[in-house]
């Protein structure tokens, strides 16, 4: 069992010998967790010149046309009619849940300008970190968790922090990492042993480290089995030698774990975009409040890297009852699309696990889960579709109708999973700035004034959910009231 190099029983007798630490920066490559979920959608500037030549036109007749308002913004009746309007909810699944998830272009530009405006927002801190239940006295296992000192309402931001240090690129990078550690105070060095690290197994570069450490130990165990008169002179020199380098190794090793289990990103950027940016740009961070928040596929708490703060905000999206667990999404833009068992991979190779509804099979709402996920995938991959048909050429009325009832199915079925977060959001602005400003072009003009007004019907909820999970002091929501003032003043 691990424990952390300042005590005595970590300097204990392993050794290494001349361990190239240049080696050890094998950064995986791979994506950041997905703390922050993408931007909203993007706007479309076609369709947006579109909607606006379009509002000039409409006909103040139009008012009295109240067709299709309710089937258009209730995305919680049920259906379970897919695109072709099959009605079984698992038939669609069996056919497309095995595609790889689409890419979707849903990257809004955010405007690069200071922050115009300041809202002060509290931080209501209700909660404790405490011991999990039903977990053994072993001080290593960090096995702890944050829990709601009171009921806490949906919207309450509960973390805002600045990060304990941040790194300008997302993989293990060990050698700026040890760098970014040393420069700590010794109490922040501390803070970092309280957080739960990820097993050897989660990354290349951990895996390595160990490996390392396993050999060096193995072939100095022979030298330190002999007694101190058994020795030999080049021996003991080897031995005073060797124990310092093999701390070093196991403190490398330790802080390397952590990090790579709690490490979180600080962009709001697809990959593809990324080169751009200069050299040295922070990506990701360490923020220890937030990382003694445990991931749930079914979580209570939203975070998101506030970048013109600095600082990480975490808020509740429901309401959480004294003594419930906070929870968050480690990987929250692909896990309401997968199944238990995928989730349940993509959790290890962050080195993390989870007991939650929709990943335990014993639970009564597994099933609900399974299904609705699965559906929420298929369903994603036919409105990606959808998308890049409609960026090439001009669709029928009918077809955008179809459209919009797959993606409000789609939102139903990200409910049904238990989101509250800007993940409806995203469909949301799609909804927003591309499908039914298409539809309003060409619906009869009897029924444009009503397509705006379920336009601002959905400006309104991704404003709201917005809100509630960046805060209103937040560029993202700000783009999003923009919008729906935007809407608003044109109705
Ligand atoms: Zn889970």
Partial sequence: MLRKPSTASAAQARATDG?????????DGRELKADEQLPPSSTGEAAKKRRYKKRTRRSNNSKSAAVGVVEDIAETEPNNANVDGAESPTSDTDTVATEPFPQFQLGRALPQHPRAFYVEIPVLAHYALRELPNVGD??????????????IEPGTRIISEQPLFTLPAPGDQVPQLMAAYE???????????????????????????????????????????????????EEKTTLSEMRPKSQFAMNVYRVAARWHANKCSLLDMPL???????????????????????????????????????????????????????????????????NAKDRKQELFSWGLTCDCEACDEKHP????????????????????????????????????????????????????????????????????????????????????????????????????????????DSENYRVLKQTREGTEATL
Avoid at 205 to 213: H, N, Q, Y
């Fill in 138 to 151: 072993d001080e290593d296992d960090n096995d702890e968790g944050l829990f709601a000192t009171q009921k």
């Fill in 365 to 472: 709402k597994f099933n609900v889960h399974e299904t609705a996920r699965q559906r929420a995938h298929t369903r994603a991959v036919l409105l990606n579709d959808v998308l890049t048909r409609l960026e090439k050429e001009d669709m029928t009325e009918d077809d955008l109708k179809t459209a919009q009832k797959l993606l409000l199915d789609l939102v139903r079925d990200l409910k049904t999973s238990g989101c509250e977060s800007v993940e409806t959001v995203r469909w949301r602005n799609i909804l927003v700035d591309r499908i039914l400003p298409a539809r309003a072009l060409v619906v009869p003009e009897a029924e444009m004034l009503v397509t705006w007004q379920v336009i601002l019907h959905h400006a309104k909820e991704s404003e709201t959910v917005g809100k509630m999970c960046y805060g209103e």
């Fill in 19 to 27: 361990i190239n630490f240049d080696r050890l920066a094998l950064g």
């Fill in 183 to 233: 420069n700590l105070s010794e109490s922040d060095q501390e803070r970092i042993w309280k957080l739960r690290p990820a097993a050897a197994e989660a990354s290349d570069a951990l895996m390595s480290l160990r490996f390392l450490i396993d050999k060096l130990a193995v072939e100095l165990q022979t030298i330190m089995y002999k007694s101190e008169a058994e020795r030999t002179a």
């Fill in 272 to 338: 593809d975009q990324r080169a751009d940016l200069p050299n040295g740009t922070p990506v990701a961070g360490l923020f220890i409040e937030r990382a003694h928040i445990r991931h749930s596929c079914v979580p209570n708490c939203f975070a998101s890297y506030d970048a013109d703060l600095g600082r990480m905000n975490v808020h509740t999206t429901r309401d959480v009852a004294p003594g419930e667990e906070l929870t968050c999404s480690s990987f929250a833009d692909t896990m309401y699309y997968s």
